[in-house]
């Protein structure tokens, strides 16, 4: 009995790369995007630009819906960060306070910012690479209102994601013959990027 047809190495970068585009534009792309903007909205420290970025880079068509999940996670992230403060106010500072960068004092600023400016301290956080959650927690800690606070996590993630997701994309179109050669090569030099980003992140935050 003959064994069937290996695939030639000419169709092999053809077939890899249907396989991510056929990823990144399904249903299950999209729950990735809600799951993972709920995440970072919450507890978890790495940013959904990363699954953005990886979606628009190899199905750039697929950007804009994306960023639509991943705002109605951040969204629903942000409000049960929000109320989970209410009920354990000291057990959600210990647990914030313990992720990677966060010290105290990002925390006393951003509760300064708050008092300042209301729940439009958000916004300028988006250039001061502090992370949403610290607002987020120190508007219920002060008792600033769940809706503004939302409407200006939203706002913060929207201007962040639409200007890095719209770059990607636009790369993404750009070296489509590339990116279509080389998947795996493609998608290996992306995850590495953002490992080495998240590293000299760290490095550079500790204490």
Known sequence: MS?????????????????????????????VGAAWGFAEASLFFIVPDAWLGFVALFAPRRMPVTLAAILAGAAAGAVCLYLATLV???ELTSL???LPAVAPADLEQARA???????????????????????????????TGPVEVVLFT????????????????ALGWAAR?????????V???YVVAWIAFYAAYLVSHRS
């Open 3 to 31: 064994s069937p047809p290996r695939p030639s190495p000419a169709r092999a970068p053809a077939s890899a790369y249907a396989s991510i585009v056929g990823l990144v534009s399904s249903r299950a792309a999209l729950w």
């Open 154 to 169: 939203v706002l913060n993630r929207l201007a962040r994601l639409l200007v890095f997701g719209g770059i990607m994309a």
């Open 88 to 90: 354990r106010p000291d």
């Open 187 to 189: 998608a290996a030099l």
């Open 177 to 185: 013959a590339v990116i279509a050669r080389r998947p795996r090569v």
């Open 113 to 143: 910012q708050l008092a300042a400016d209301g729940a439009s301290a958000i916004l300028p956080a988006l250039l001061e690479g502090r992370p949403v959650k610290l607002y987020v927690h120190g508007a219920a800690l002060d008792g």
């Open 96 to 98: 914030i306070l313990a």
